[in-house]
């Protein structure tokens, strides 16, 4: 049994998130979703971390993307990273 304590970053960010939203996590997404629904946050979708390695893996999204405080930019990252700022971009 998964015990939630519901009270680091990752959840406060999983309840503030816009409704809709893509939430990319960092760690094991089941977790991720089991946390979401926890919180009830039905209405989120998980990715994993590794959909980071390709901005075309966000092709298509047309609602808010979050990213898990724990996801790691760097050299193979960055484009997807950039992508979802412009992304973003549309919704502040």
Do not use: W
Request: with cysteine.
């Amino acid at each position: 049994m998964v015990v939630f304590r519901g009270t680091g970053k990752t959840t406060r960010q999983l309840r503030s998130a816009p409704t809709k939203a893509v939430f990319v996590c960092f760690g094991a997404p089941n977790y991720t979703e089991r946390l979401a629904r926890e919180l009830g946050r039905d209405d989120l979708r998980i990715f994993p971390y590794e959909k980071m390695y390709s901005p075309r893996n966000f092709d298509g999204v047309q609602v808010p993307i979050v990213l898990d405080h724990a996801v790691e930019i760097h050299d193979q990252t960055r484009p997807a990273y950039a992508a979802i700022r412009m992304m973003n971009e549309r919704f502040d």
